[in-house]
């Protein structure tokens, strides 16, 4: 399992969530575990929850880690990190130090060049943190000189700029990571596994060279290092590396590339290969093609703690796949929020919710639809927060009938996994649809519940999701004008020229799949007020938003809407000059608002509910809050009728 900076790293607990986190996965199938990143000095933490190795306040959750991980038989590495340049300053009040003094876009400072003392300093720092990490019972360390934090820094000559012993050319540059493999290598001795995540391509015009990299990959191996991780891209790379519509592998040969010159150079030192590898079936495409010796994973022990040993048991129908949304995850990572996941709202939280079972479907009669009785549970709505919720109430041993008026379970989901690379969120819908029936959570899918078909429950989880907003204007009755919905359900007969009403990131997502459908479309987006896109995660909307400008989708942003015509939308753009945005088809994508009816029937019914989603609230609806309230909900309704006194059941 690669290295993921979590945010639990300094929580107040002991460390107890960060053990049970790596312990799960450990015993879920992962033999190597890498932790996030733990800074050797202030200076070079990432972030005020990064853990600091030299510190003494965080050796006990450090270690408790590693005891956890042991004791489930895995192996836990310390990956000895230092963000150089991407550095915050307001962190610890300290400025960011890096090889020369080059801006940081993604840290938005200018560091301070390291002056020799520094330089000695912070490669002590490492070797002290090395041994540390050893001394705290972890089995390896990993070095951090990749994605362009300090080692990679001093190897790229975009960011080092000297001309002395540490840099001038590309020998110089290496200098600074052999020094300090060598460092750790004498701190730990020379049976302790020391790893380097060193770089296989930063995706940064101007960098090194794939030449360069390859020398420096056989000198670490040449120089001590076990194994070398390989990794790719900067924050700053204009080239998305781990986003969703990265296909699968993408990167696999990039390993390959350096395996093969470690290899001309008659080493032996093992190359780990990863990014976008998201299933167990890939991974031993990767490792039979020699892409890699190893393959390490990431966000798909997020997903899913049980996807080595799922899969190893031929279950691939229950693995839940990690779709690339980086929402839970990446997103987080880069503030204070604890990491958890989309699709498995429990990662992150494993103290406080238990695991939900794998079990065998019940061999039974299809299901019909029913009333319910004493103890059962009717949850409404088969999207996001009602599948979370029906397979988190089923796992705690409640009744549950889950009602979808569609045929298909998935909701939005359905919709999204049209997208172009957003088909994982399909994987999402097959994993509940295996997953529920060895819940005994009955599945009653083209079935409409009203209130009165609910009375009789011992409580109504109400997940029926939301409906596109209504937009007032006039002209929205005439023929060419559809809702998103519809252009989702049939895009083949949306017209040539698009006009969308809304720009936020369904529209963005309809607009992609419109253009790669037919890529002689005149697609144009639009809103009031706002960015393009707004609500799109940080680490995917720059990158999905540089895919519609490379289609030619036009993006407007300031404009006040006058009427729909049979032309397509008279709008005035931010001064004021009017302007026909041309339509064949007119799609309205202007936000969502909740599908409320039927909690309103079942309070006049009396019947116990709780609404969740969107149908509680349509404002900033993500499918990160929908899983997350399916979690929360399941698990305080079950609880509610365990601690509820029994019933007598009628004959």
């Given at each position: ?61 450090l270690a408790r880690a590693a005891a956890a991980v042991q004791e489930a038989g895995g192996h836990l ?213 020699g892409d890699g010796d190893l393959v390490a994973m990431a966000r798909p022990f997020l997903a899913d ?43 992150g939280r494993e103290l406080e919710y238990p695991p939900i079972p794998l079990r065998a479907v019940p ?289």
């Open positions: 399992m690669g290295s993921m900076h979590l945010n639990l790293e300094r929580t107040d607990d002991g460390g107890a969530a960060l053990a049970q986190f790596y312990r799960e996965r450990a015993l879920g199938g992962a033999d190597l575990i890498i932790t996030g990143g733990a800074a050797v000095n202030r200076e070079g933490a990432g972030g005020g929850t990064y853990a600091l190795v030299n510190e003494p306040e965080s050796a006990p959750a590495a310390l990956q000895l990190f230092h963000a150089g340049r991407y550095a915050f300053e307001a962190t610890f009040g300290l400025r960011p130090l890096a090889p020369s003094s080059v801006y940081s876009r993604f840290s938005r400072c200018e560091p301070e060049a390291m002056d020799e003392e520094q330089i000695q300093r912070t490669i002590a720092d490492f070797a002290s943190g090395a041994h540390r990490a050893r001394e705290l019972g972890f089995d390896a360390v990993e070095i951090m000189a990749s994605e362009g934090y300090l080692i990679n820094q001093f190897v790229s000559p975009l960011t080092n700029l000297r001309d002395d012993a540490w840099g001038g050319d590309a020998e110089r540059r290496r200098r600074f990571p052999l020094a300090v493999l060598r460092a750790v290598r004498e701190a730990v001795g020379p049976e302790f596994p020391v790893i380097v995540r060193t770089s296989g391509a930063d995706l940064m015009d101007g960098s090194s060279t794939d030449r360069e990299l390859d020398d420096l990959a056989v000198e670490l191996a040449a120089g001590g290092a076990d194994a070398l991780n390989v990794g790719v891209g900067w924050h700053e790379s204009a080239v998305p590396t781990v986003q969703a519509l990265v296909p699968h592998g993408h990167w696999l040969a990039v390993a390959r590339r350096v395996r093969t010159a470690v290899r001309a150079a008659g080493l032996e030192t093992p190359v780990i290969a990863s990014n976008r590898i998201n299933s167990v079936p890939l991974a031993d495409e990767a490792l039979a093609r703690p049980r996807i080595v040993e799922t899969s190893r048991a031929g279950r691939l129908e229950l693995v839940n796949t990690c779709i690339g949304c980086n929402e839970a995850c990446l997103d987080r990572s880069f503030g204070d929020e604890p990491v958890s996941c989309l699709v498995n709202p429990r990662a061999s039974r009669t299809p299901p019909a639809a029913r009333a319910g009785g004493p103890g059962r549970v009717a949850v409404v709505g088969a999207g996001p927060a009602g599948l979370q919720a029906a397979a988190t109430l089923g796992a705690a041993g409640v009744r549950v009938d889950l009602y979808e008026a569609e045929d298909e379970i998935g909701g939005q989901f359905q919709l999204a996994g049209r997208v172009p690379g957003k088909s994982d969120f399909l994987e999402t819908i097959r994993y509940f649809e295996n997953l529920l029936p060895g819940l005994d959570v009955r599945v009653l899918t083209g079935t409409e519940a009203t209130a009165a078909s609910l009375v009789g429950y011992a409580h109504v989880v109400v997940a029926t999701g939301v409906l596109p907003r209504t937009v007032r204007l006039p002209g929205t009755e005439l023929g060419h004008v559809i809702d998103y919905r519809e252009a989702f359900a049939a895009p083949g007969r949306v017209g040539r020229r698009v006009a969308i009403v809304g720009a936020g990131g369904i529209a963005v997502d309809l607009a992609h799949l419109l253009a790669e459908a037919n890529p002689e479309r005149e697609i144009t987006i639009m809103r009031r007020s706002g960015r393009i896109g707004a609500g799109i995660g940080p680490s995917t909307r720059w990158a999905v938003l540089a895919e519609l400008r490379a289609a030619g989708v036009r993006t407007l942003t300031g404009v006040g809407y006058r009427r729909i015509t049979a032309d397509g939308v008279e709008i005035t753009d931010p001064e004021g000059a009017l302007e026909l945005i041309p339509g064949d088809t007119v799609i309205l994508a202007a936000g969502q608002e909740p599908r409320a009816a039927l909690a309103e029937g079942l309070a006049h019914e009396g019947v116990p509910h709780t609404v969740i989603g969107g149908a509680r609230d349509a404002s900033g609806l993500n499918a990160v809050r929908a899983f997350d309230d399916g979690l929360r909900t399941g698990s305080a309704v079950a609880v509610m009728l365990a601690d509820a006194p029994a019933e007598p059941v009628q004959a």
